[in-house]
């Protein structure tokens, strides 16, 4: 510690003798367990099980776990397997029958649960100090008992809260054997021999530092849990703090994305959570204005109507709040705060934790207090002091019913995070209408690629061509270039998400294309039962450029004002930066002035229309080109080109319309209404945008494009000056 300044050296002193005391104060008062399933509650955890069902089924549940472990009998594999393989699965199973089985005998004091949990870590004991380094290990951080550390690490969270449950159930020879050879070597593995991983600011290191910190909680060594939550240089560059300190922003939005977030909460809430119990001198839910709470309900809006995650950065699409790591956070958070629209989330993922804090969502659920859980339309900032751009999220309706618009002017994402600057993701009740590709992996299926990402997830899904945003020159922004993309982020320009009549957003990026300043404007509105996105890029560039927006969708098409040629030879609309692995399936020279394309997916229909014209043209596109493997999932999609040209704007409507029913095969509004339209640029950076529609009506939206004028502002449409008082302003006519 001597390069540790001296202030430094004090504090960590004071914050070592004090965890030393709080640790040895709450062992002798209150015994074990002592992480999260405390002592003291269980008396009133048994009471409970007698009064409220869902603390009665997430228990019956857990038995059902370990008695199925129990009657397979332990199995202790020598590590082999990469992801998904026997000896991988075989581990995750274990600590997941040790975990439950540790609860059960809490709530229960069948001696057998204790034993089954004792005779596996035995076995354990037995095995870990043998290990070397995985024999399956690849490019990411390998650990011992599996290919990956951060698997050891999840291993560890669970485990040492199984070890914590059947602490008493030990004689003392049993605890030295267990801690010794398996608790203690597993935390030298990662605090000696991976502490990189240890002390990095990523999910792994979260996961890592909660593991280690917990442990050090159990067997009542300070210097561990200094190390969790200060690194392993005990000087505050890594651990838990700054973890917490640099992943999450002032909204509780988290720097790799939803689905990680939905991921790290897990270790972010239970380390907390124990800390709370064991170290409240910290009061670690009061740090940073509550961030962590804050986590946990800005990870919900983070989804769709039918609760899936929004599917950005490296994200495997299906994900849901329904996933047993949010189990965690709903509970904790609801214990917390009693926020009662938390209890909707936990009504519908229909298990709890077996603690206090599980308790207390149970009695409340049973005395109905939950109230309906509402997405909002609203502005989540990214990055550590907010001001790394960040997510809009515009909505129009109720629960399933709603349709949601998904807008990322985020920050990079670290090393799961895609070049897709200002890329949106639009859905309409439950269904992808522009989708996400999200990550090509086929998680822990052994015969791709063991698991892991793919290929394809370089050289496609982290492409800025498979998302829905702008491609220039056909290369991805930065060049897809990591360490370039992590030094810059957009910035919101304007947001009005309260207007009943339009909700409205702007931001801008100066940097993912070299010389090129874009600005993405979006307006979502609902008029005559028909919902409109209008999307205007506004491209300034110092050299022309050739400009491409890719479209993709979901479905069918079944029409569009435009004569399409299907191509019979297999050709590509690039070679490198995503296209190579585009089959073009159709084109269209020329596309006319206002082009419109249809399709229909499920009950509804859905039109995209575009101010084209001469140089515009459209290819149908497919996915799969250069996929020897079948790697890629198939998509549909279009991708409009237009002309070299420095300054452009280019003007794209979605419109969501329609319903079939399959039940009396009635059809309404299949068509997209939008006959004209029209983009009319006025002094400065002033707009009108006109939709004139086929039962001649008119919208009519009107920008200043800077934003910074919230006085009186005119432009000429259609020879008539029009004024308006504001940044914008719509009108239906």
Not at 148 to 156: K, R
Not at 660 to 689: C, F, H, R, T
Request: charged letters at 20%.
């Amino acid at each position: 510690m001597k390069h540790i300044p001296t202030y430094l050296f004090l504090l960590f002193v004071a914050s070592f003798f004090s965890c030393r005391q709080e640790i040895a104060t709450n062992s002798e008062n209150e015994g074990f367990p002592k992480l999260i399933l405390q002592k003291s509650s269980v008396p009133e955890m048994i009471e409970g099980l007698k009064q409220y069902p869902l603390l009665q089924s997430s228990f019956e549940n857990a038995k059902d776990i370990a008695d199925k472990g129990i009657e397979a009998g332990i199995v202790v594999p020598f590590p082999k397997d990469p992801g998904g393989g026997y000896t991988h699965e075989k581990h995750k199973l274990n600590y997941l029958e040790m975990y439950n089985a540790g609860l059960v005998y809490q709530l229960t004091g069948d001696d057998k649960y204790a034993a089954f949990v004792r005779d596996m870590l035995v076995e354990y004991a037995r095995l870990y100090p043998t290990l070397g380094i995985h024999p399956m290990q690849k490019n990411q951080a390998p650990g011992k008992l599996f290919w990956q550390g951060l698997n050891e690490s999840v291993w560890l969270v669970y485990t040492i809260q199984a070890y914590d449950c059947i602490y008493g159930f030990l004689s003392v020879e049993e605890r030295a054997n267990i801690e010794d050879n398996l608790f203690r070597n597993m935390v030298k593995f990662f605090t000696e021999e991976d502490k990189y991983s240890f002390d990095r600011v990523h999910n792994h290191g979260t996961w890592a530092v909660a593991g280690v910190g917990m442990t050090g909680m159990v067997l009542a060594d300070s210097l561990m849990v200094q190390k969790a939550l200060y690194s392993t240089k005990l000087d505050g560059s890594g651990g838990f703090l700054k973890q917490i300190d640099e992943l999450f922003s002032p909204d509780g939005y988290y720097a790799e994305g939803p689905y990680y977030q939905r991921y790290a909460l897990l270790p972010f809430m239970v380390f907390a959570q124990a800390l709370e119990n064991n170290r409240p001198d910290l009061k670690i839910f009061d740090y940073r204005e509550g961030v962590l709470l804050k986590a946990v309900t800005t990870v919900l809006q983070l989804t769709n109507s039918d609760g899936r995650f929004y599917p950005i950065n490296d994200a495997i699409k299906e994900k849901s709040w329904l996933t047993s790591e949010l189990i965690f956070g709903t509970n904790i958070a609801y214990a917390r705060t009693n926020e009662a629209t938390i209890l909707d989330v936990a009504n519908l993922q229909n298990q709890v934790m077996l603690s206090a804090e599980g308790l207390t969502v149970a009695k409340a659920v049973a005395e109905g207090k939950a109230r309906k859980f509402e997405r909002k339309s609203m502005i989540i900032r990214d990055g550590a002091n907010g001001d790394k751009g960040g997510v809009a999220l515009l909505r129009l309706g109720k629960s399933e019913k709603q349709t949601s618009l998904l807008f990322k002017f985020a920050s990079q994402g670290m090393g799961h995070g895609h070049f897709d600057r200002l890329g949106i993701s639009l859905y309409d009740k439950g269904q992808e209408i522009l989708p996400d590709y999200g990550a090509a992996r086929f998680l822990n299926v052994v015969a791709k690629e063991g698991g892991t990402y793919l290929p394809e997830n370089k050289t496609w899904a982290n492409q800025t061509v498979a998302h829905n945003t702008l491609v220039i020159n056909g290369q991805s922004g930065f060049g897809g270039r990591y360490d370039e993309a992590e030094k810059y982020n957009p910035e919101l320009v304007f947001a009005d998400l309260e207007n009943p009549e339009v909700q409205i957003v702007s931001a801008i990026d100066e940097h993912c294309y070299e010389g090129a300043v874009l600005k993405r404007t979006l307006a979502l509105m609902e008029v005559d039962e028909r919902v409109y996105l209008i999307d205007l890029f506004d491209i300034k560039s110092r050299l022309a450029g050739l400009y491409d927006l890719p479209v993709y969708f979901n479905g069918q098409i079944i029409d569009a004002n435009f004569k399409y040629v299907r191509l019979n030879q297999y050709k590509t609309p690039g070679k490198a930066h995503g296209y190579q692995h585009l089959i073009v399936d159709a084109e269209a020279k020329n596309i006319p002035a206002t082009a419109s394309l249809s399709w229909m997916n499920g009950t509804g229909f859905y039109s995209v229309t575009v101010l084209g014209g001469k140089g515009v043209d459209c290819y149908i596109t497919r996915l799969g080109a250069n996929d020897p493997n079948y790697n890629l999932r198939p998509q549909m999609g279009m991708l409009f080109r237009f002309p070299d040209s420095k300054n452009k704007k280019l003007l794209t409507v979605y419109e969501i319309h329609g319903s079939y029913n399959p039940v009396s095969e009635a059809v309404l509004g299949s068509e997209g209404s939008v006959k004209e339209l029209q983009l009319i640029e006025g002094d400065g950076e002033k707009v009108a945008v006109l939709l004139k529609l086929k039962n001649d009506k008119t919208i009519q939206l009107l920008l200043d494009l800077s934003f910074s004028n919230a006085g009186e502002n005119s432009i000429s449409v259609e020879g008539q000056t029009i004024n308006w008082t504001g940044n914008y302003k719509v009108f239906t006519n």
